[in-house]
């Protein structure tokens, strides 16, 4: 009976474990805008993602806001968008409110999935070589309700 005791309760640790995802980053302190939304796990919410960076271009001004827009752009194509971005925390907060509003992509280096309804992001589990841990995962979390589902329905008997 002791054995079926540790046996539940090591299916259950790792069943919770599989489907638990903890995140324990913290956003970083933007000096720019106090208000800066923080987005800590990916993919994002387009529109939710373009609803908490809509004040910032009132918090900036509009004058403000369309002078950075040109540098951005001269960044962009000049080919250094990305030092342009990585400079300060202002020039950041620009591109990400003009990339939320769809106006701007992140350049090539910085280039992956931001937001769930881009592809790519769910495509990458299937790719041959990659995200095999997805299907472990899976894996090992239907061995564990089937094994936990076996194990209830003798016990009932």
């Not at 993919?43 to 373009?50: A, F, G, I, Q, S």
């Not at 409110?97 to 106006?103: A, T």
């Not at 995200?131 to 899976?138: A, D, E």
Request: aromatic share 18%.
């Amino acid at each position: 009976m002791i054995k079926a005791k540790v046996l539940l309760g090591v299916f259950v640790f790792l069943g919770a474990s599989a489907f638990s995802n903890p995140v324990f980053a913290l956003c970083a302190v933007n000096d720019d805008w106090p208000e800066v939304p923080c987005f800590d796990m990916l993919p994002v919410n387009r529109d939710e993602y373009r609803e908490a960076w809509a004040p910032y271009y009132d918090y900036k001004g509009s004058g403000w806001m369309e002078q950075k827009k040109a540098e951005m752009l001269d960044a962009k194509d000049n080919g250094t968008l990305a030092e342009w971005m990585d400079g300060s925390s202002q020039n950041h907060n620009v591109f990400s409110y003009y990339q939320s509003r769809g106006e701007i992509s992140f350049p090539p280096e910085y280039d992956r999935p931001y937001f769930e309804d881009d592809f790519r992001y769910y495509s990458q589990f299937f790719v041959p070589g990659q995200g095999w841990q997805f299907f472990v995962l899976i894996g090992t979390s239907a061995g564990l309700v089937a094994g936990l589902a076996a194990f209830l329905i003798k016990r009932r008997k």
